[in-house]
């Protein structure tokens, strides 16, 4: 497929960091994961953000790899969970702090929105076609280039933000590669 730079820029995410929780928090690990009301820890707010976060940058790449037959679909997919995940991360809060971090998750959302509902028509008509002049690969190009240096400066700061608030509540992340 013709998105290079950004299937490279996937690799960048490897950051992503799920929270094994904090040591004076050990007592409320509640089985089967449930979180009871009144319990939201930092980790569970860690935890929520980054799940959300791992599965709109999976159907991102899902999009990305797309071919000719399912494009359009999986990009409704996509556009479809972001809608559900964007109206999640605003009912979702954590009472001493934490806006920082869901902000910077919020605005990546945010552009995956406006580059899939707005910016990605042109790429996907020239896809749909299956064969393309130079010109149009260029635009291929062009939007692949822009689309991962502004995603790599998004999730630069969604790691900043989440180191910030994970030593603030002396929160254990765990590598989450995928």
């Not at 994961?33 to 569970?44: F, K, L, M, Q, S």
């Not at 934490?98 to 929105?113: I, P, Q, R, T």
């Not at 509902?117 to 130079?134: M, R, S």
Request: aromatic residues 10%.
């Amino acid at each position: 497929m013709i998105i290079n730079k950004r299937i490279s820029a996937a690799f960048i995410v490897g950051f992503l960091m799920i929270s094994c929780g904090n040591d004076a928090e050990t007592d409320d690990i509640i089985e089967n994961n449930d979180i009871v009301e009144g319990n939201y820890t930092p980790a569970d707010f860690n935890n929520d953000l980054m799940t959300m976060l791992e599965g709109s940058i999976a159907l991102v790449d899902d999009v990305f790899t797309s071919d000719s037959s399912d494009i359009s679909e999986s990009k409704e997919n996509l556009l479809f969970e972001l809608s559900i995940y964007k109206s999640r991360i605003k009912e979702i809060e954590f009472e001493e702090g934490g806006d920082a971090f869901k902000n910077s998750v919020a605005n990546l959302l945010d552009f995956y929105e406006d580059q899939f509902a707005n910016k990605f028509a042109p790429v996907e008509t020239i896809l749909l076609k299956g064969d393309w002049t130079d010109e149009e690969d260029q635009v291929l190009v062009d939007f692949d280039n822009s689309f991962a240096d502004e995603e790599g400066i998004l999730i630069t700061n969604v790691e900043r933000e989440q180191l910030a608030f994970s030593e603030a509540y002396s929160i254990q992340l765990v590598d989450r590669t995928f």
